[in-house]
């Protein structure tokens, strides 16, 4: 059973950066696709970041793209969402995905595990 443990979390000003982590346990870190979805106040969990099981390939939604990146650690086996020029409209829990489907990489769909959330809050 893979156990997902996100940190990293916190609150900031508008333009300010963050770093998540989500360190990995109970399977093989290297053979897991990877995600970082969301969900905002009122919203449904959106796909944010996601990675195939090397991080070679590397999936952004456009309301990231140029501000935020993913990386695995495979000596660590963590996963990191690095986040930067962070605006009031990236408050939001965010959640570590894992799973092995790659037909649906941006979906929820295509995710068996999950963390249990860090909560990123961005003010002006």
């Known amino acids: 059973q893979v156990q997902l443990t996100e940190s990293g979390g916190g609150s900031v000003q508008s333009g300010d950066s963050l770093r998540l982590s989500c360190a990995t346990s109970?399977?093989?870190?290297?053979?897991?696709?990877m995600a970082w979805f969301r969900r905002a106040p009122g919203k449904e969990r959106e796909f944010v970041a996601g990675?195939?099981?090397?991080?070679?390939?590397?999936y952004y939604a456009e309301s990231v793209k140029g501000r935020f990146t993913i990386s695995k650690d495979f000596a660590k086996n963590t996963l990191y969402l690095e986040m930067n020029d962070l605006t009031p409209e990236d408050t939001a829990v965010y959640y570590c995905?894992?799973?092995?489907?790659?037909?649906?990489?941006?979906?929820?769909?295509?995710?068996?595990?999950w963390g249990q959330g860090t909560q990123v809050t961005v003010s002006s």
């Open positions: 109970g399977g093989t870190f290297s053979r897991l696709r």
């Open positions: 990675c195939s099981w090397t991080a070679s390939n590397r």
């Open positions: 995905a894992a799973g092995n489907d790659a037909s649906n990489v941006k979906s929820v769909n295509g995710y068996a595990y």
